[in-house]
């Protein structure tokens, strides 16, 4: 079976170095190293309005602020559709069609849903569309067949509630959808950056991230204010590697060609860990190396993005000509699904032979 791939974001901010470790560097390298039929990336806009629906303007806003960062991070648009969530409407009645198969029960028992109506203090008042998220993430990976799907790992509980979905819908109608497989970060770190401040997952709700489009400037900031090891008051200390949010940052983004270009009195990463735990090396010394491993990594995106955002009506057209042939594809879909379940009344001539025979 070929291959075709589906990601997404919810366009609730701009994109930050969290999202980049934990999944928009892998696309980029499925982009351009694995063998695909197709390669979709979605911008959830409607997904984001279940917990955002006195706030429709935050959406509407950040929309064309993450598709600058998808094209920042080197997502091209000659291999991928790039397209909007709510601007492809057979997804929402795919959404309706699918929650027949689905209890509240089972709904409700979705870890990760369960976790994210504790973050967000839902209590009993919860929104019906937030609840059912598993199953608009159905819909979108079926519409387009997706059967690879990069999320982190608490994604995977909707991954799993998808192929259920797909599995009864099969049993019932006939052999229509596609079962899905996640492919998860090589480690947990990387599905689950921690913020600057070392407290909690890199969150836009938290103000703890590093973005994509930060400054220069506002890098700089952000890594001096990092939190490292609290009782590393003296140069001669003895410091903490693990915990320390410079070396964990350092562990994501460093090679041994960062040490030749600025500290070569260290061949490696290790090398400078152990002098670190020995005392003799200061946090500013680490927090000033991570400062330009992090340029050499946002920089180009600067430079990528500037001139996307110097041509706004390309990166529009972008994602006009992406949802358009997203639409295609998802409304193809649409027609087997109704076709399966038999509600496909005005497509042929058969709903008018049945009942020409019967009366």
């Not at 935050?58 to 094209?71: G, H, Q, T």
């Not at 699918?98 to 109506?117: D, F, G, H, Q, W």
């Not at 915990?243 to 460093?254: A, H, K, P, S």
């Amino acid at each position: 079976m070929s291959k075709i791939i589906l990601s997404g974001d919810r366009p609730t901010g701009r994109l930050h170095i969290g999202h980049y470790v934990g999944s928009l560097r892998n696309r980029v390298r499925m982009q351009n190293e694995e063998d695909y039929e197709k390669f979709y990336v979605m911008v959830a806009d409607a997904q984001a309005l279940t917990d955002n629906f006195d706030n429709p303007q935050k959406i509407r806003e950040n929309v064309i602020e993450v598709v600058l960062d998808y094209l920042s991070v080197g997502i091209d648009p000659n291999k991928v559709t790039i397209f909007i969530q709510s601007e492809v409407p057979a997804l929402t009645e795919l959404t309706f069609y699918y929650m027949n198969l689905v209890t509240l029960a089972r709904l409700m028992r979705n870890p990760t849903v369960k976790s994210e109506i504790s973050m967000r203090e839902f209590d009993n008042s919860i929104p019906s569309g937030f609840l059912n998220y598993p199953v608009s993430q159905a819909s979108d990976i079926t519409a387009f067949k997706a059967n690879c799907i990069p999320v982190g790992a608490d994604q995977l509980p909707m991954i799993e509630q998808t192929n259920e979905i797909v599995r009864k819908f099969n049993s019932i109608y006939g052999d229509v959808l596609v079962e899905a497989e996640a492919f998860i970060p090589k480690t947990a770190i990387e599905g689950r950056v921690p913020g600057i401040d070392g407290k909690a997952k890199m969150s836009k709700s938290l103000d703890n991230c590093i973005y994509l489009s930060d400054t220069k400037e506002e890098v700089k900031r952000k890594v001096m204010m990092m939190y490292t090891d609290p009782d590393h008051i003296k140069i001669t200390d003895p410091g903490k590697v693990e915990g320390n949010m410079v070396f964990l940052y350092l562990d994501l983004f460093v090679n041994d060609s960062h040490f030749e270009k600025y500290l070569p009195e260290y061949k490696n990463i290790d090398e400078l860990k152990n002098h670190y735990r020995q005392g003799g090396l200061g946090d500013v010394v680490i927090k000033k190396f991570l400062i330009n491993v992090l340029e050499d990594v946002l920089e180009p995106m600067r430079i990528r993005r500037k001139s996307y955002e110097d041509n706004i009506e390309r990166v529009y057209e972008i994602i006009k000509e992406g949802t358009k042939s997203a639409n295609e594809v998802a409304n193809k879909t649409l027609e087997e699904v109704k076709k399966a379940i038999g509600i496909n009344y005005f497509s042929d001539n058969t709903f008018l032979e049945e009942i020409k025979e019967k009366y």
